[in-house]
């Protein structure tokens, strides 16, 4: 399934929705070894703001 950018669908969605509701934060949590879901949170504009107590990667996308 890779390389059909579902994931970037399914984001583009998740956004339209999130903004429908007036969610300002998105937050996303992924392994460092996945980079396929980090490309993907990056090219959605999610900004890489550390790590949470498990050593995953933590995102965040400012919808204000």
Known sequence: ???KDYSQRLLKELLKIAQAK???HL???VDEDNRASINAL???GFVEVGR???N???F???LS
Do not use: F
């Open 52 to 54: 949470d107590s498990d």
């Open 27 to 29: 937050y996303a949590g």
């Open 60 to 62: 965040e996308l400012n």
């Open 56 to 58: 995953m990667l933590e």
């Open 22 to 24: 007036h969610i300002q």
């Open 42 to 44: 990056k090219k959605a």
């Open 1 to 3: 399934l890779r390389g």
